[in-house]
């Protein structure tokens, strides 16, 4: 557990289930609709590319090509693996992702 991570943040990941139709859903399209929903938001434009860079990352790197792959596990593997990352770097990525599946959750993208 990395410091400052509060006990239980991954449960978001290990319990969300893709919704029926979303299951199978490339994952690709869905950070992207993710970021203009932050820009709608009147959210600064670095924070809404630093966001972007670190979803694509961690997509990237862990191999997740559908909203099925994601789960808390290859997630975890993916963070033991990152030597040349400082643990607040880490915190942040934990953070953004799971902004990001909060926002798959409101948009009806994975259930609770």
Not at 15 to 28: I, Y
Not at 46 to 71: A, C, M, N, P, Y
Not at 72 to 99: G, I
Request: aromatic fraction near 6%.
């Amino acid at each position: 557990m990395l410091p400052g991570e509060a006990f239980g943040t991954l449960a978001l990941l290990e319990d969300a289930l893709p919704t029926a139709g979303a299951a199978n859903a490339k994952l690709e399209p869905l950070p992207c609709s993710h970021l203009r929903d932050l820009q709608a938001q009147n959210c600064d434009a670095e924070h809404v590319s630093t966001r972007g860079l670190l979803i694509r990352r961690i997509s990237r790197d862990t191999g997740w090509k559908s909203i099925r792959d994601i789960s808390a596990d290859s997630f975890v593997s993916w963070r033991s693996k990152v030597q040349n990352l400082a643990p607040r770097t880490l915190n942040n990525y934990l953070a953004e992702m799971l902004a990001f599946l909060n926002w798959l959750v409101t948009t009806d993208n994975l259930t609770e």
